[in-house]
Each structure stands twice: as structure tokens, then as C-alpha cells.
């Protein structure tokens, strides 16, 4: 197993912080993983494609960079087909591979950025669709246990961009694979709910839906509204949405009528982080080197130079803002590092 010093981590994560790690190395294998932790790190961490994560200084340990791949057909049928995945593989090359096979269930996953591996972490999800809708099966390495565990999707504990990784499991595990069903033809259940699905599916002028015309009319939504992180560093939405008691978003409504909620369950109401953010005035201005993304608050954007300290100071000031006028504690959803 090579392991390289001092490396620097530009290359591997998305907000683009001149960061560098005491030790870096890339597995492709449960041997390389399990050799690598033989060497006793005191500190490491697993490393996917680095779209969720914010560097704020440099990493004093050992980043194993999870380059895991395949995909296997485990069980197929005529209405359906059960997938076995790399953690390694990348997210959205994935989706469009299975676009590609006409098979359906994540096209409204397409273009979220990082790999496999992380995606049942914070249960991705996007335009009505969660990655939890699809999974059956997590696959990982316990790293105390020294075995190689599988829970099924209920035993993940799915939540809003949550999981039982990101909590019991924090920094305990490597995700090995994950294990999805998707439907063919005869089973094909479209998730077009979303007003701007809609929208952007008449004015194109689609005739025929297929996981492949869906998928792309995710990719140009998302082109129209994200940052590429190609072009300008950030790592996606910096905060969740706080899911509020009815009661507490009541009050918001009853003083901005105009603000958009959705509800969740029967006592509960989601307010766009984004929303509050744009009322507090943040939207498109910036501290520093950093500032939110200015058709999309909630995004901080990497203006050139900026280190991910600035970025997390201008996240917390944003957070008091909200706050102050508000009365709403919004948390980050980037894993701060
Ligand atoms: C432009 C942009 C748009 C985005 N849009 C969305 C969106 O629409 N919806 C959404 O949910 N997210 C979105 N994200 C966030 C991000 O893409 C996802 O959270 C993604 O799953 C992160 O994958 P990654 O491989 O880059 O993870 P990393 O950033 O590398 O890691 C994230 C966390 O997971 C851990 N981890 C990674 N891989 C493993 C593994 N194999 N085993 C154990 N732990 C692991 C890391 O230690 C870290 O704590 C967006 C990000 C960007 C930059």
C-alpha cells in the first residue's frame, strides 16, 4: 500500500481550500482498506469525491481515498433488477449507466456530485427522490469490529439527510457497496411531482418520459441553477432545511405569507434554508474571498483564494443571522473538517 506525506488535497475535494494532509492514500480493495488500518493510523478519515466535506485547515492524519468500484447484477427479473455497487464508483456516472439500461428509480439523482460509498450517509436526495427509495442494502467495514457488516435499509435508520453513518457510525465504518433495486419498463413510476419538473418537461417539449429524457431534465435544471464545482469551489447546499413544529412555522408564514413550506407529516413544516437566507440578505453578497452563490443562497461559493476558515466564519454568521431574525437554528449539512 503506497502511502504519500504532505500531499495536497486541491485536487480532491470540491470547495477548492488549499489544504494539504500528513498522509494520503487510495484503496481499491476490502484488502487494501483492511492493510491500511493495519498500519495503525492515530487519525484517519474515508474519503469519497469531497463534495460534502469543508477542510477548514489542514488534515493531521491519514485520508484513504475510497476508490472501491463495480457493478454487478445481483437478481434480475422482468419488472425488475437488483444492483450491487462500488462505493468507489462515481454517483452520477452510475445514474446515467443505468439511464442507459432503461432501468429506473435515481434519475432524479442525476448530477449530484462524490461517489457511491457516501451516498447512503446522508441519504442523498433530491427533486422528491432519496437514494434511501432504492436501497436495499449497505455493505461496510467495521473498523474496531474488524468485519464486514450489511445492513438492510431499514437497519440504516434513513432520515432527511441523515443515516446511522452519520451518527453511531461516524468515522467507525467504511461503506464497502450498497445494493439497489431499480424498475424496468413495465414497472416504470416516474417522479415528476415538482413544479419545475413539469415546467421544464413542456417547454422542452418531451413526449416520451424515460429514465434517460428524465435524467437530463434534471442535469439542465440543476446546470441552470448550481454552481459547477469544476468552475467555482463549493460543496452543494452548506445547510439543511430545518424542519420546524408547525406552531414555529407559523409564525414565519403568518408574518411572510409568501414563504415557501412544505409539510412533513402532520406536525411538522419544512422552510427552505435557502428562503431564510435570502431574507436575512446574504443572497449573492459575500465576506472575504466567500459568498453565496447568487442564484442560490444556501450555496457558499468559493470566489478564488478563499480558505474553508473564511468560508466556515461567513457559515456561522449567516447561521446567527437566520437566527436573529428568525428564531430558526439552521445546521450545516457539509461535514466540517
Ligand atoms: C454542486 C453540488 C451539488 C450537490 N447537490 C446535492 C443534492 O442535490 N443532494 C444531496 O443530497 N447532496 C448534494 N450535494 C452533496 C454531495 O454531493 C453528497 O453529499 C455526496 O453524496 C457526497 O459524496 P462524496 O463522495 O463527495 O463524499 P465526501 O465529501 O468525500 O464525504 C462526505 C462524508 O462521507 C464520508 N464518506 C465518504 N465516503 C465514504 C465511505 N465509502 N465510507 C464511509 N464514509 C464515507 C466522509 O468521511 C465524509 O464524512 C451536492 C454537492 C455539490 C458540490
Known amino acids: ?8 488535497l486541491l485536487p480532491f475535494h470540491t470547495f ?63 419488472s425488475a433488477v437488483q444492483i450491487k455497487i ?16 432503461d432501468w429506473q428509480g435515481i434519475e432524479n439523482l442525476a448530477l449530484i456530485p462524490g461517489t457511491v460509498g457516501a451516498s447512503p450517509i446522508q441519504n442523498i436526495g433530491a427533486y422528491g427522490a432519496e437514494v434511501k427509495d432504492v436501497i436495499d442494502e449497505v455493505e461496510f467495514y467495521h473498523h474496531e469490529k474488524k468485519e464486514v457488516m450489511v445492513y438492510s435499509n431499514e437497519e440504516c435508520l434513513f432520515g432527511y439527510r441523515n443515516s446511522i453513518f452519520k451518527n453511531e457510525f461516524k468515522g467507525k465504518i467504511t461503506v464497502l ?8 419498463k413495465e414497472q416504470w413510476a416516474f417522479n415528476t411531482s415538482y413544479g419545475i419538473i413539469e ?9 416520451e418520459i424515460t429514465p434517460k429524457t428524465l435524467a437530463q431534465v434534471i442535469i439542465d435544471i440543476r446546470n441552470s441553477k448550481l454552481p459547477d464545482p469544476k468552475e467555482i469551489g463549493n460543496c452543494g447546499s452548506f445547510f439543511k432545511n430545518p424542519v420546524l413544529p408547525n406552531q414555529e412555522a407559523q409564525k414565519i408564514l403568518d408574518q411572510y405569507p409568501e414563504a415557501p413550506h ?3 407529516g402532520d406536525d411538522y413544516t419544512k422552510i427552505p434554508a435557502g428562503w431564510l437566507i435570502e431574507k436575512t440578505g446574504w443572497k449573492g453578497k459575500s465576506k472575504g474571498h466567500v459568498g ?20 466556515w ?7 446567527q443571522d437566520v437566527f436573529t431574525k428568525f428564531g430558526v437554528t439552521i445546521e450545516p449539512e457539509v461535514n466540517i473538517i
Open 262 to 264: 412544505y409539510k412533513v
Open 313 to 319: 466564519d461567513l457559515a456561522l454568521t449567516i447561521k
Open 1 to 8: 500500500m503506497m502511502i504519500e506525506t504532505n500531499k495536497s
Open 177 to 184: 457497496s450498497i445494493t439497489i433495486t431499480l424498475n424496468k
Open 292 to 311: 453565496t452563490y447568487p442564484k442560490q443562497a444556501l450555496v457558499l461559493v468559493n470566489n478564488g483564494g478563499a480558505t474553508g476558515e473564511e468560508a
Open 16 to 78: 477548492g481550500a488549499k489544504v494539504k494532509t500528513a498522509q494520503f492514500s487510495i484503496i481499491k480493495s476490502l484488502d487494501d482498506l483492511k492493510e491500511i488500518l493495519d498500519t495503525t493510523p492515530s487519525k484517519f478519515m474515508i474519503l469519497g469525491g469531497g463534495s460534502n466535506l469543508l477542510f477548514t485547515k489542514d488534515y493531521d492524519g491519514l485520508i484513504i481515498k475510497n476508490e472501491i468500484k463495480g457493478f454487478e447484477v445481483v437478481h434480475e427479473n422482468n
Open 86 to 101: 462500488g462505493a468507489g464508483e462515481n454517483w452520477h456516472e452510475t445514474v446515467l449507466r443505468t439511464a442507459d439500461l
Open 199 to 207: 415546467n421544464t418537461i413542456a417547454e422542452k417539449n418531451i413526449q
